[in-house]
């Protein structure tokens, strides 16, 4: 028993627990306060029942998931077969049960501060002005930032503690505490593809109808899925994404905690550790930045959000040189992590590229409506497709760059010092939805033009900062994988994969093409769901013409209840072809079937990822563009080709592109926990042939 | 020197060269018959002007580039480092020359015949009948068929017989002539990205202009580009799709050939020669296949071109079962070339599933039509990637099976046994677009509506034919560049390219990343394109009035000059990365680079020519349903939005689709050159660090 490792340990699970009592702290500020406005409240009311009736049943049925795995890792664990492989068992399915507990949980608290945040920020938007309103919106995002990352951070580490306290083994609590991973990959799978679903069915459903059909603007309370709308912003883009970069998070900390075990450079205590070290100062990083923005009054939103972004990340940068020097004795950590926050930087970068209005991308896109709607198509679907060449060659290099400087382990560092200031990166994330249903609200409220105005400030700066989070998403998900994949070769204790031997080609080619059906599967599951949702909104029209006459009111509960009802639903069979599959291809043709698995998802869905988000951010601005009055604005038929291709993008970024991200992670996280045991007791194929 | 060598490869080239007489004989038994018919003379004189002031400028680029490697080839061969690469040097180079110059051939004596099969077709439809015009377009396509396969035959075997002679060595004839391999990837190249490049441009700006804008009918003689839209079918269809097919030939060839050299099973000789002799076999089968066909009078195309189908197959089955049992004295070789041929048929079924609008999935597309633009791009598009599942499934079947048989060898053969009867599909192939321009010089000629009856019979076969080949060309290509792959590292001497490793894994994700760039500039080529030629004939309609009203003609060679200036200026830029990346790859990162380099754009390039091909297929086909009649036919919002997806899917099935082929074929040939050049010198990483 090392007492530098159960200081450090402790000092990590300290950081954790203040950084939740910090976003305890703000929550309670904001709770503090009302929104002294009986309609922003009743539609708060509304959007909150939604949001929180989805969860629930959403919960629901992730608990029956994770009740099943945990029972049968539990259950295989006395198999005598299993008994040699410390990832399976009673030991790895608690572990199981907390990961997805704590994900579970950073989700509800991060979603519930969202959608508070909502309303505040109209409210405040409507009584104090642009100031006001911008810190609502921010603190709205930093509890659910602090939230991720600190009940990320705090089960990851408790459970090392006590794992190693109970094994006197660092090797046996890196095993184990990949059920940990594996609940949060769980948790995440369901949020995003769930929440994804949902988000683009109402979207779609209430812009089809509402928009489209019966002439009325978006947001306009007398549409029956608009209440819908918003519930799927906060589930969708709020907690799908807050579970989506846990899960990257957790799965960096310990992809790199189980190479550093394996260190043979280093002390393997320390080397361990150090990650768990990282994201305690990132964490610490987070909260200095949040406070020191709350302190201060701000008039331009981009100019704050970037001034949290450096502050964190500066005060990264100096600690993680220091505890690089002082711990490991060497600069070279230090550099892996650099590289890990610039690949970071540099992909949001080229994602703004891509798709702000700003450069020349998105003015192409733009440009190519005026011809029609194929154009506008091919044109939107070509600069996704391009924009994957410069973000690859950046991740190619750092990979590169990081493998130099500390061989895999590297990599590992890389991942985590990219996911290091993840609160602050969440909490900008979350930012963008907030205010753009404060707007919403604000629409619904009947607000004056003079706050919607500062909403629709506070939103343009969503737009940009959301296409540059699905970029930053994609990175991680991608170095995550990556690290995971590594670990995995490491834990099955394969040297070796070759792309000469025909089960590793097999593998990577059915890898490769995963991604492509899970795409189909989840842009069909869209499409079912927003058609139900169109067809009962178009019910409530007819049945009632009162509504439109603002009258009588809209049903909105029913909407809200179509979508819930659909995307969980249709969660179910992109969730089981992602569990199934690399568990299929473990135990039926091994463990060097299921690397070229991985490796084969990995690159596919990374290019994927890229160009579904980029693509549909450039169809989703283009459109903007035009809506501004270029090539003649709004009704135009240049604006009708655009309104195709945004539509066409909405499930392509929203749904599709950021599965991707959960794919890869899911897949490599199932393998890094199954590789010990088919290593043990070998496969189907090895068996028989 | 071994005589039975000798005396098989004498008669490989023997069946060649019978092959090519019988093509002559056929061309000549064309070459009698005259249109009798002013008007279609006179059209079809337009379009042999179009193809060969096309090819010939095609041809000079060509031969630019050919030249400049040629001796790039040469002078490295002089460099002492090279000296122990046999790939590289003057007998490479001339080898490289060769199998340009026949590749080369053989698309112009096709495109020869097909052209004038094109307008006798026409001719005999409206003088004699169904039966008359079957036989006409088949004799048109065989004789495209023969040539691909017996000049791509001839010139390898000839060249294997000579390298033999003048070495005494296999394994040494089997590295130089590699090059005649990469002269045919170059041609190929070309041939398909320019004329995929042209067909599309050329087809576009004719209908959004002729079609759309002046609401003139599909090849209407008014229309300025309708000649130019013929040629396309020409030089993309017939030249463009039979040097593909003619570059997978050769490569399935040449990888079973080297791979049969290091074979330790059987005695190398006979391994190395015998995908030589199943071809040879396979040319034969083809050539009683054409004369069983032509030898009846026929009335249904589709019992026709089956039949001509089944003969060529069950020929070559027997055939390589005597053949396997007498030379290699064991049935699997045998059954590994069936596994190939069988791989081919499924694929052309799936193919066929997910296009025709006989099944589900087109009527699918169809169906969403109703809703708008959006929805039925985002179910073609769901369409096309829902294909990949079950087409790789076959394939990785397929490949398992080959490999358990008889190890690479057998990934090897069973691609020779998938492209052994490549004469008889590319007559196939090749009755498409002659049917489909048939019709169109009908239109333009004005002939009765019985003669149109006639042709439109004809072509509704060849649209379900251009999708299966499509199929089959994917399916081909992967095959052949995965035997190629293998060969590659083979000839590098590398045993084991480990997953593992970054730079492999920095090869991988920026091989999967090229295809993507790849579709992105095509896709654009074809926009710029297209716009040139909107815009010459918005022009001519606005300086001419009489173009309109019947009186003046139009400038057809105008448009066939913007065509083809714009399609070989566009094919430079895809042809210099193709070329580039996989040199610079290895010469800088290493053969291990390289290799991941192949295998990750194989795989993706492999999903997105599936998905592309299908979801085109699919959206042409939805499209023409509607045009049947369905959800109100022509001119509903249904078909408005059902042409929006035909639009995009253009592009998508016949331009970027067909290109990955020949992208992954031609890295893979490139590396399976330099890797032992490479191999012997070193990488730039490696000599640095």
Redesign the interface.
């Known amino acids: 028993m090392d007492k530098q490792t159960i200081l450090i340990l402790a000092l990590v699970i300290g950081a954790a627990v203040i950084s939740l009592l910090y976003a305890f702290f703000l929550k309670a500020q904001l709770y503090k306060l009302s929104a002294k406005h009986e309609k922003i409240e009743e539609i708060a009311s509304f959007i909150k029942e939604g949001t929180q009736a989805f969860l629930k049943k959403e919960y629901k049925i992730i608990a029956l998931f994770v009740g099943g795995v945990a029972i049968l890792l539990t259950v295989l664990g006395f198999i005598p077969a299993f008994s040699g492989a410390e990832g399976i068992g009673w030991k790895a399915a608690l572990c199981f049960v907390f990961g997805a507990l704590f994900s579970g949980l950073a989700g509800y608290v991060g979603m519930q501060a969202g959608t508070k945040a909502n309303s505040l920020t109209a409210s405040a938007a409507n009584t104090s002005g642009m100031s006001r309103a911008l810190k609502t919106a921010f603190t709205g995002g930093s509890i659910s930032g602090l939230s991720v990352a600190g009940f990320g951070l705090l089960g990851l580490s408790a459970s090392v503690l006590i794992l190693y306290l109970a094994t006197d083994s660092l090797a046996l609590a890196g095993q184990i505490v990949i059920g940990y991973g594996l609940g949060a990959s769980f948790v995440a799978l369901f949020a995003r593809v769930g929440g994804g679903i949902y988000t683009k069915a109402a979207d779609v459903g209430a812009d089809?109808v509402g928009k489209v059909e019966a002439g009325i603007p978006e947001d306009d309370p007398r549409n029956p899925a608009v209440i819908a709308d918003n519930v799927g912003d906060n589930v969708g883009d709020i907690a799908g994404m807050g579970s989506d970069l846990l899960e990257s998070y957790v799965g960096a900390i310990i992809s790199a905690f189980t190479l550093g075990v394996a260190s043979i450079i280093y002390s393997p205590a320390i080397t361990a550790i150090f990650p768990l070290l990282i994201a305690a100062t990132g964490l610490i990083a987070v909260m200095i930045s949040i406070t020191v923005i709350r302190s201060k009054e701000w008039k331009n939103p981009q100019k704050t959000l970037n001034i949290a972004t450096y502050i964190a990340n500066i005060t990264v940068v100096v600690a993680s040189l220091v505890f690089s020097l002082l711990l490991l004795d060497s600069v070279k950590p230090f550099f892996a992590i650099i590289t890990g926050l610039l690949v970071g930087v540099f992909i949001a970068y080229i994602a703004e590229y891509y798709t702000s209005d700003k450069f020349k991308p998105v003015k192409e896109v733009a440009d190519?409506s005026q011809?029609?709607?194929?154009?506008n198509?091919?044109?939107g679907?070509?600069?996704g497709?391009?924009s994957?060449?410069i973000t690859?060659?950046v991740?190619?290099a750092g990979?590169?760059v990081a493998?130099?400087l500390e061989d895999?382990y590297g990599?590992g560092l890389a991942a985590v010092g990219m996911l290091s200031t993840v609160g602050i990166t969440v909490a900008i994330d979350s930012y963008g939805p907030i205010s753009d249903n404060a707007g919403g609200i604000a629409e619904m409220a009947d607000l004056s033009k003079e706050v919607r105005d500062i909403t629709d400030k506070l939103d343009s700066v969503g737009n940009t900062t959301a296409a540059i989070g699905k970029g930053f998403c994609i990175g991680a998900a991608t170095l995550t994988a990556?690290a995971l994949f590594?670990s995995f070769?490491n834990a099955a204790g394969?040297?070796?994969?070759?792309?000469?031997e025909?089960?590793?080609?097999?593998g990577?080619?059915?890898?490769?093409?995963l991604p492509?059906?899970f795409?189909?599967?989840t842009?069909?599951s869209v499409?079912r769901a927003a058609n139900k949702m169109i067809n009962e909104v178009r019910r409530q029209f007819k049945e009632d013409p009162g509504i439109m006459e603002g009258t009588s009111k809209p049903d909105y509960a029913k909407c809200v209840e179509i979508s819930t009802a659909a995307a969980l639903k249709e969660m179910i069979l992109p969730a089981i072809i992602a569990v199934i599959t690399p568990i299929l291809m473990g135990f039926i043709f091994g463990n060097k079937a299921l690397?070229?698995l991985l490796?084969?998802s990995l690159?596919?869905a990374?290019?994927l990822a890229i160009?579904m988000a980029n693509s549909g951010g450039a169809w989703d601005n283009a459109k903007k563009l035009i809506e501004s009055g270029l090539y003649g604005g709004k009704g135009s038929e240049a604006h009708k080709a655009a309104?195709?291709g945004d539509?066409?993008g909405d499930?392509f970024k929203d749904t599709a592109g950021p599965a991707m991200d959960i794919l890869i992670k899911l897949m490599s996280m199932i393998a890094l926990m199954i590789g010990p045991a088919i290593a043990t007791i070998g496969s189907l194929l090895e068996r028989f042939?």
Do not use: Q
């Not at 011809?371 to 154009?375: F, I, L, V, Y």
């Not at 394969?494 to 000469?500: F, K, Q, V």
């Not at 990577?508 to 093409?513: D, I, K, P, S």
């Open positions: 089809l190519e011809t029609g709607h194929a154009t198509i091919i044109s679907y070509a600069v497709m391009r994957t060449a690859i060659i991740l190619v990979i590169l493998y130099l895999m990599i990556l590594m070769a394969i040297d070796s994969i070759s792309i000469l025909p089960l590793v080609i097999i990577l080619l059915v890898g490769a093409m492509y059906l795409t189909s599967l842009i069909n499409g690397a070229g490796i084969g690159a596919s990374a290019m160009f309104v195709t539509t066409v499930p042939f």
